[in-house]
């Protein structure tokens, strides 16, 4: 914080030394912005960022790998712009992606030329930048203004004010951010499913029952029910950051799936009108009694079924919710989990939100016998989704031909043997659970593939069952800094753990170039 | 992360430093023959100097009206050309557009020197005016017209 605030202070002190021209032309880090992007099919990319009124010359990029490899750039096309010097030449206006064909090996940068002008007659040196995967921007001293192909030794002495750090924040904490809005949107996606309808009696229970007076007063118990929702969410999220404990692998625990699938069937016998879903008539006026002694009305009980609600809607939350948990178990970033699950929370409250803000008029007047065909309904829903949810127990009993044969290995110790006895192969090793919905997806779609079939005979496979979460399963994932199935780790022909590793599910075309890939690298 | 805002911290400290002691005509730069020249012979006239590059089309369609207007001010004004650019594309471009003006040639070395009299961004064309007595009067990031530097100019006289 000390070193930005005086980084502040002296830019804004050699600004007024240096008399800027007040013209507010970016830097060229910020005009153009370069980075190394991967392809879907394991390839790389190079994308510029072209700051609107920017353009880049195009036959005045180039592109080298270090280590050096055999990558072609395939520049696309430009626009022609009209130059009084150079005449006709093709320039790219906006962003543009250069795809750079060929197998790059594990671990390659790129080194990326190129020259460009603002519309405003102004043009920038010759930049030359070293890229890596996964890099948001270039490394803060060669982002700075010095950075020109010729500007190898001597003093950069000058100093790229706000470009190198400005650019740099911008970056990162644009990403979060955009990590944070792709957990509200997936939040308002998860609310429209059959998920959220055992929270609607709970709502309309709750939020437009006996005691609720006035709109606003709806909104207000709605909005602190979501809070309720959120806390518990959030309270998940700061847990999967901190720990990247096997929260996910528990979520898929055939138990815990069992529970989940049985509490939808009770919900769908409900719906039947098999039992009336409400809470216990003591148990409701001795909620009246605290609520009314309360200075808060009934905000505190409110609160506490919202936090509860949480672990009602988990159960179909519960697939990408260990998605999304073992993202952020990976990051480790506390406040990053916290406020992405925090934005989940409130994407799936929002819908709630409508409603306690529209107070009843919102749901539609059904008569009596509509209602109960409504009812019907969801309850076929529901029992719908009691079977999908318990997929991963009874997916296993249907027939599946084992289309390729797997080697188990059940311990660190184990599989280094069996990597080290497997000189000269490459070999892969599949993180298999029972339980695992993506694994059995694999096993079934993908393996079959005869290409697929023919490639892997040229491997070395490895199979680490993790089904029952012993010890030594829970170390082997250690091991890797996995979070549970499904994974797919490889070892190269010298027995080294290649970086490419497949989380989740392929489809037989995905995997034929993963396993190219794999392959391809040194 | 740390370590990198130190050491741009620590740059940025140099450049606010030399900003404040070193002045443009304590800077010695090389010529087209690769010979260096001390920048302070320059002083004890108004100075107009451009940084400028043979890939940079502003510049080169400025460069004329440049070579105008040293011809009318001769002996009045020095102009001198910095050009971010190798020798060989320099020497033929003063050929092919008759500069009546000298051009020295830097790299990083230029670049900070542009830096450090007031172009933070680096985009070019970039001009710098000097009075007399050394002091800068003036600057302009992109294509000058002949009308802006004159008037300019007769400030100085």
């Known amino acids: 914080m000390m070193v930005r605030l005086l980084l502040g202070l002296l830019a804004a002190m050699l600004t007024a030394l240096s008399h800027a021209d007040p013209a507010s032309l970016l830097p060229p880090d910020e005009a153009f912005r370069a980075q190394l992007v991967q392809t879907a099919d394991g390839g790389y990319a190079v994308h510029f960022n072209v700051a609107p009124g920017y353009y880049l010359y195009r036959d005045r990029m180039s592109f080298s790998s270090e280590p050096a490899a055999a990558l072609k750039p395939a520049l696309p096309k430009g626009e022609f712009k009209d130059d009084p010097s150079f005449g006709r030449v093709e320039v790219f206006k906006h962003d543009v992606t250069v795809a750079l064909q060929g197998k790059p090996p594990i671990g390659t940068a790129i080194r990326a030329k190129f020259q460009g002008c603002a519309d405003a007659g102004v043009c920038y040196p010759p930049q030359t930048k070293l890229l890596h995967l996964g890099d948001g921007q270039d490394g803060g001293v060669a982002a700075l203004f010095g950075a020109s192909t010729r500007g190898s030794g001597g003093d950069r002495g000058g100093a790229d004010l706000s470009g190198g750090t400005a650019g740099d924040d911008g970056y990162f904490s644009g990403s979060k951010a955009a990590t944070i809005a792709l957990f509200f949107l997936a939040g308002i996606g998860l609310a429209l499913t059959a998920c959220m309808y055992p929270l609607l009696p709970i709502i309309s229970g709750i939020v437009l029952g006996p005691g609720s007076t006035g709109r606003g007063r709806a909104l207000w118990l709605t909005a602190i029910y979501v809070q309720g929702l959120a806390l518990t969410y959030t309270l998940v999220g700061v847990a999967a950051a901190l720990t990247g404990t096997l929260l996910t692998v528990w979520l898929q625990q055939p138990v815990v799936i069992g529970a989940f699938a049985l509490f939808f069937v009770a919900m769908a016998v409900a719906m039947f009108g098999g039992y009336q879903l409400q809470l216990p008539g003591s148990w409701q006026s001795r909620l009246n009694d605290v609520a009314n002694r309360l200075p808060g009305g009934h905000a505190g009980p409110v609160f506490v079924m919202g936090a509860l609600s949480a672990l009602i809607v988990g159960p179909c939350v519960a697939p990408p919710l260990a998605a999304a948990l073992a993202y952020l178990g990976q990051q480790g970033d506390v406040a990053l989990g916290g406020g992405a699950l925090y934005a989940l929370a409130l994407g799936i409250g929002t819908p709630l939100l409508i409603i306690g803000a529209a107070g009843s008029a919102v749901l539609p007047r059904l008569s009596g016998k509509a209602m109960g065909r409504m009812k019907m309904l969801f309850g076929v829903v529901l029992l719908g989704m009691a079977v999908w949810i318990a997929r991963p127990l009874w997916q296993g009993w249907l027939p599946s031909e084992h289309a390729v044969t797997f080697e188990p290995v059940a311990s660190v110790a184990e599989l280094q043997d069996k990597v080290a006895a497997a000189r000269g192969k490459p070999v892969i090793v599949d993180f298999y659970a029972d339980w695992c919905v993506s694994c059995i997806e694999f096993e079934r779609e993908t393996l079959p593939d005869p290409r697929v079939k023919a490639k892997l005979d040229g491997f070395v496979r490895l199979r680490a069952d993790v089904t029952g979460n012993t010890a030594a399963d829970a170390e082997l994932l250690r091991h890797f800094g996995l979070y549970g199935p499904p994974a797919l780790l490889f070892y190269d022909t010298e027995g080294k753990l290649v970086r490419q590793r497949v989380i989740g599910f392929q489809n037989a075309d995905a995997f034929l170039a993963t396993l190219q890939t794999v392959e391809g690298s040194p | ?157």
């Not at chain 2, 990198?4 to 010529?31: I, N």
């Not at chain 2, 002083?43 to 460069?63: F, H, M, Q």
């Not at chain 2, 830096?115 to 680096?122: A, F, H, I, P, R």
Request: aromatic residues 8%.
């Open chain 2, 1 to 157: 992360m740390k370590s990198r805002h130190a050491l741009l911290a620590l740059t940025l400290a140099c450049a606010a430093l030399t900003a404040h002691a070193g002045s443009f005509f304590d800077a010695e730069l090389k010529d087209l023959s690769g010979k260096p020249q001390k920048l302070s012979s320059l002083k004890g006239k108004p100075v107009v100097v451009n940084y400028w590059a043979t890939w940079c089309s502003p510049c080169r369609e400025e460069i004329p009206e440049f070579v105008t207007l040293a011809r009318q001010y001769a002996g009045k004004v020095r102009f001198i050309g910095i050009a971010i650019d190798d020798a060989p594309a320099v020497s033929a471009f003063a050929k092919q557009y008759k500069m009546n003006y000298p051009t020295l040639l830097g790299e990083a070395d230029a670049m900070a020197l542009m830096k450090q009299e007031g172009n933070t961004v680096g985009g070019l064309p970039y001009t710098a005016i000097y009075d007399s007595q050394g002091k800068r009067v003036a600057t302009h990031t992109g294509r000058i017209s002949a009308a802006q530097l004159e008037a300019t100019l007769k400030t100085l006289r």
